[in-house]
């Protein structure tokens, strides 16, 4: 063989000799120990993987190399921590394996706020990557994305308002926070939440203080919830006058979200496709938000259930007053809604001072001025349509609510006080199926803020499961 073919052959085998993986320079195998072996869809991969329950051990190891060959081969290798987000894979955590003798072992943490997929593997220092691993903390990976539905604002129920609705269409946005799992499952289930006045949808959904977000707590225990910004409210910000809409219209407007949860028309990516349809939906509303939801239940019945929170028709002295001044306000001094202008709305509580009275009860400072802070004005055509609304309210709920209520509320809610919420749960759903009354201690108004927050999203969490959501 000519000696330049020779030579030719030689160095080719030399670059291949050199390309080629071996045992040594291959990345390792990383073990999980922890929880139980099971078989999952995570981010969009079914895999074998590690279920663990929160606050439960979960530890990952490698086995050092066999040989110095092996050792030096993993200088400047690492183990990479990724966590789902949206399907798809972000890095959460590195850590340095390098050439060590012993077996590299470390925790991974499990607790409530680290729910989610994971992929563990090994990563040499020219890239290649080792067999994955995955895990699986509490529910798995939590999407978290904004939602919109169009509605028309309009008024088909049979509680009169005071002036018409506008009948334009409008694009009601929001957020749905729940398990990849629960939206991946064959009948798929959620719970719609309407918030009070006073408050937009940060009242469910409240980030400023680490573990207030009621949200995103329940799906950490496995519920899908969307919570909306209702039209009207500032922080929706396209109704351009503030007597354009009413509470039998916002009744309305909360049907139409069901209708749109169930039909599968609800726009928003949660990352591998779009919003599911629903197989069940459930309504709650907070305080005026509880009346909107009763009107809507009552009038439509498309909830498979209703939650009425911090609400009952019998409001307190304070509430009459305090909504007597806001509808006061609405006549004589309207005030615009402080994000585009927009005449006719007023503050249910005209001082800061005012508001902390009706809704606090021993409630972290940080809470009470973030929420303080945060807190809006509403539309005058809400508040000034809660009376004659109330007077049907009374009759409607005895006659036409048949699906299965909750009525939860505070020991110490100074505008809708004990025992009024027992009156409520004995005497306003006689069709209902089931109604089941829950009081909480040392509660104020504003259920999702005070120190005894998690007891509301726990007696929540019970009922949404015993519901099937």
């Not at 726009?267 to 305080?287: E, I, K, N």
Request: aromatic share 6%.
């Amino acid at each position: 063989m000519p000696s330049r073919v020779l030579a030719l052959l030689l160095t080719s085998g030399a670059v291949l000799a050199a390309a080629a993986p071996t045992a040594a320079s291959a990345a390792p195998r990383t073990t999980l120990t922890g929880g139980s072996a099971a078989t999952a869809a995570v981010c969009g991969t079914t895999a074998a993987v590690r279920r663990v329950a929160t606050g439960a051990a979960l530890r990952l190891s490698v086995a050092p190399a066999a040989s110095a060959r092996g050792r030096a081969a993993r200088k400047g290798s690492a183990v990479v921590v990724e966590r789902c987000d949206a399907g798809v894979w972000k890095p959460l955590r590195t850590i340095t394996l390098g050439a060590r003798r012993r077996t590299m072992s470390a925790v991974i943490g499990t607790s409530a706020s680290a729910t989610g997929d994971l992929r563990v593997r090994t990563r040499t220092r020219t890239g290649s990557h080792g067999p994955p691993v995955y895990a699986r903390i509490g529910v798995g990976e939590i999407v978290d994305v904004p939602i919109s539905v169009p509605v028309v604002n309009r008024n088909r129920t049979a509680t009169p308002c005071l002036g018409a609705p506008d009948g334009k269409t409008y694009t009601v946005k929001g957020s749905l926070v729940a398990p990849r799992a629960t939206l991946d499952a064959a009948r798929p289930a959620v719970a719609l939440y309407l918030h009070g006045v006073g408050y937009s949808s940060f009242f469910f959904r409240f980030g400023d203080v680490p573990g207030y977000d009621y949200g995103l707590e329940q799906a950490r225990a496995g519920h899908a919830s969307v919570v909306i910004d209702r039209l009207g409210n500032p922080s929706n910000g396209q109704l351009g006058d503030g007597n354009a809409t009413c509470i039998p219209a916002q009744a309305d407007m909360a049907d139409q979200v069901i209708g749109a949860l169930r039909s599968g028309k609800v726009s928003g990516s949660t990352g591998r496709d779009g919003v599911p349809a629903f197989r069940r939906v459930v309504l709650a509303g907070h305080s005026l938000g509880g009346f909107i939801a009763q009107v809507s239940q009552y009038s439509f019945g498309s909830a498979d259930a209703l939650a009425v929170v911090s609400y009952t028709d019998v409001p307190s002295p304070f509430a009459l007053t305090t909504f007597a001044v806001a509808g006061a306000d609405c006549v004589t001094a309207p005030r615009p809604n402080g994000t585009t202008g927009a005449p006719n709305y007023a503050a249910f509580g005209r001082t800061d001072a005012d508001f902390a009275a009706g809704h606090f009860h021993d409630i972290d400072p940080a809470v009470a001025a973030a929420t303080l802070r945060r807190r809006n004005v509403d539309a005058c055509g809400d508040l000034l349509s809660a009376a004659q609304g109330l007077v049907v309210d009374q009759v409607a709920t005895r006659t036409a609510i048949t699906s299965p209520v909750l009525v939860i509320s505070g020991q110490d809610d100074v505008l809708f006080s004990p025992p009024t919420n027992q009156l409520q749960a004995n005497t306003a759903y006689p069709r209902s199926r089931e109604v089941r009354l829950v009081e909480l201690p040392d509660t104020g108004h504003a259920v999702t803020l005070g120190r005894t927050h998690e007891a509301f999203r726990r007696a929540m969490d019970a009922w949404l499961t015993d519901q099937g959501a």
